[in-house]
């Protein structure tokens, strides 16, 4: 027993250090990635449920590692943070995707997530009107999509930000609506232009009463607020059914394809003559 009980601790350990090793090379190779063009915008279509059209694009981050192959942000983004280099990889990315949008149908949006930490520089706003500029690109096809978890701490300097990027024309989204702790609260601390209601409410509409109940509750609380709101997660007919009987939304989800890159959205939009 001894015996078994010392092996199982050199066990650990290793797994301990082959972790450890694992989160070093993924540190390095963010770092050495950003400017080497690793990261890269794909781009998730959203959808006017009423005319089936696509009304934008909502940006989506990926990682083409040379050993990992693609990566998704939900492992690369908590690292971008912790390391602090989530800034520079996201203006790389917003520039990149600017620079693509500004070919499309200007009648299309761009989407983009940013992160809780990016709200507290002071100058966030002028860093994003800067690549506005930089690519001619009109900053009302511009929405930034930001969490509840970015309203936290110091709210004082989110306002700021959020006034500025307004004043400007930029639109700003709740992410994940519903989620949250407080999501009612939030809807009085930043004039938002739109919610987006959370995948995990979305996705369970057609099988489960009580989220059928909640997106409708949401929805008639978007009409009452004249918040337009977009349903994310829709994976099915039968869920876009429902959500179409309940107003005029906005959707985005697999039933209409997965994100993409930009060479797949510029074919999809060449073909529908809005490019
Ligand atoms: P999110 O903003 O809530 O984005 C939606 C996520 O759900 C995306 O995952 C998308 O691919 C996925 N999704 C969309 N439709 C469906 C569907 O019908 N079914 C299912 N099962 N999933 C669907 P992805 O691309 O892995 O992104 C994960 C999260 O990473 C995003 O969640 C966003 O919070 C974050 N993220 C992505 N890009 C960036 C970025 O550039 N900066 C920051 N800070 N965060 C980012
Ligand atoms: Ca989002
Ligand atoms: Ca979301
Ligand atoms: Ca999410």
Redesign the pocket.
């Given at each position: 027993a001894k015996k078994q009980g010392k092996n199982r601790y050199f066990w650990f350990e290793e797994a301990m250090e082959s972790e450890l090793r694992f989160r070093s090379e993924l540190e390095t190779g963010i770092r050495r990635g950003i400017p080497r063009g690793e990261f890269v915008?794909?781009y998730?279509q959203q959808i006017d449920l009423d005319t089936g059209e696509i009304a934008g694009f909502?940006?989506?981050?990926?990682w083409q590692s040379p050993t990992l192959g693609l990566v998704?942000?939900?492992v690369f983004?908590p690292v971008a943070e912790d390391i602090g280099v989530?800034a520079e990889?996201?203006e790389n990315?917003i520039d990149q995707a600017l620079a693509h949008a500004r070919d499309w149908d200007p009648a299309l949006s761009l989407s983009?997530?940013?992160?809780p930490i990016?709200l507290r520089d002071p100058w966030f706003a002028q860093k994003i009107l800067k690549l506005l500029v930089k690519h001619n690109f009109p900053p009302n096809r511009l929405d930034i999509?930001i969490?509840e978890s970015c309203l936290h701490d110091n709210i004082g300097v989110v306002r700021s930000i959020i006034t500025s990027l307004k004043n400007q024309g930029v639109t700003i989204s709740l992410?994940?609506f519903g989620t949250g702790f407080s999501s009612l609260a939030q809807l009085r601390t930043l004039p938002f232009d739109r919610l987006?209601i959370?995948?995990s409410f979305v996705?369970e509409l057609a099988t489960e009463e009580h989220s059928d109940k909640l997106v409708r509750a949401i929805v008639s609380l978007g009409d009452g607020l004249d918040l337009p709101i977009t349903a994310?997660?829709?994976?099915d007919t039968a869920i876009l059914d429902k959500l179409r009987s309940m107003g005029r939304l906005k959707g985005?989800?697999?039933?209409y394809g997965?994100?993409e890159s930009i060479a797949e959205v510029r074919a999809r939009l060449s073909a529908a003559g809005k490019l």
């Open positions: 915008p794909f998730e909502e940006m989506l981050a990926r998704g942000p939900d983004i989530i990889l996201s990315l983009v997530n940013i992160s990016q999509e969490t992410d994940d987006k959370d995948r996705s994310e997660g829709i994976e985005q989800g697999y039933f997965r994100p």
